[in-house]
T-cell receptor, first 115, second 110 residues
Framework: GAGVSQSPRYKVAKRGQDVALRCDPI?????LFWYQQALGQGPEFLTY????????KSGLPSDRFFAERPEGSVSTLKIQRTQQEDSAVYLC?????????????FGPGTRLTVL | AQSVTQLDSHVSVSEGTPVLLRCNYS??????LFWYVQHPNKGLQLLLK??????LVKGINGFEAEFKKSETSFHLTKPSAHMSDAAEYFC????????FGPGTSLSVIP
C-alpha cells in the first residue's frame, strides 16, 4: 500500500533535549536505512538494518545517536542531548532485499531544527 | 577512498534544450550506480539504476544515463528539458555502503 512514512515531519528542539524520529517502512521490506541531509548537501548514510539486526552503524556521528528496529519493521532514530549541528533532514529508506542493485524507497524526511 | 563527484553544483538550461548532469565515481571495480531526483518538499525518487546488464540505462521521464567504465562516469542526460524537471539530482554509488554525491540543482528557464 503506502510508501515509507516518517513522523513527525517537523521537529523543533531546544539544545540539550532528546528527540525520537520514527520511520514506518514499506510493509515487508527487509532493509531499512537512515540518512542525514544537511542543508544544501546530499544525504549521508547513518545506519542500516536488515530485519531487526543493525548491520552497519558506522555513519552515526556520535554516541548521542541511537537507532533501533526491535521487531524488524518500524524503526526509531533517537538523538540524545541535541546540539545545533544536529539540525538537518533525517531520511529513512527501505528496500525489499539485500541485493545490491535493489532500489531504496525514501520517506519524506523529518526536518529537525535545534535552537 | 570510495567517492562520487558531481562536477556541477548548478545547471541551468532553457526549456526544450538538452540536459547533461555529470557524475564520476572512484573505484577499482564497478559499483552499483543510481540517479535520484528530489523535488522541493518531496521525497527522493529513483530515476534509473545501472545493474551491469546494459551500459545505456533508460529511466523515467525521458532520462537516461550511460555507464562508461573507462571514464568512471555515469552522466545523466535528457534530450529536451521540461519545466517540471527543475529539481535537485543526486548521483549515488553503492559499494559496501551507499554514497550520495553532493547534488546538482537543475533550473529550467521558460
Amino acid at each position: 500500500g503506502a510508501g515509507v512514512s516518517q513522523s513527525p515531519r517537523y521537529k523543533v528542539a531546544k539544545r540539550g533535549q532528546d528527540v525520537a524520529l520514527r520511520c514506518d517502512p514499506i510493509s515487508g521490506h527487509v532493509s531499512l536505512f537512515w540518512y542525514q541531509q544537511a542543508l544544501g548537501q546530499g544525504p549521508e548514510f547513518l545506519t542500516y538494518f536488515q530485519n531487526e539486526a543493525q548491520l552497519d552503524k558506522s555513519g552515526l556521528p556520535s554516541d548521542r545517536f541511537f537507532a533501533e528496529r526491535p521487531e524488524g519493521s518500524v524503526s526509531t532514530l533517537k538523538i540524545q542531548r541535541t546540539q545545533q549541528e544536529d539540525s538537518a533532514v533525517y531520511l529513512c529508506a527501505s528496500s525489499s532485499r539485500l541485493a545490491e542493485y535493489n532500489e531504496q524507497f525514501f520517506g519524506p524526511g523529518t526536518r529537525l531544527t535545534v535552537l | 577512498a570510495q567517492s562520487v563527484t558531481q562536477l556541477d553544483s548548478h545547471v541551468s538550461v532553457s526549456e526544450g534544450t538538452p540536459v547533461l548532469l555529470r557524475c564520476n565515481y572512484s573505484s577499482s571495480y564497478s559499483p552499483s550506480l543510481f540517479w535520484y531526483v528530489q523535488h522541493p518538499n518531496k521525497g527522493l525518487q529513483l530515476l534509473l539504476k545501472y545493474t551491469s546488464a546494459a551500459t545505456l540505462v533508460k529511466g523515467i521521464n525521458g532520462f537516461e544515463a550511460e555507464f562508461k567504465k573507462s571514464e568512471t562516469s555515469f552522466h545523466l542526460t535528457k534530450p529536451s528539458a521540461h519545466m517540471s524537471d527543475a529539481a535537485e539530482y543526486f548521483c549515488v554509488v553503492r559499494y559496501d555502503k551507499v554514497i550520495f554525491g553532493p547534488g546538482t540543482s537543475l533550473s529550467v528557464i521558460p
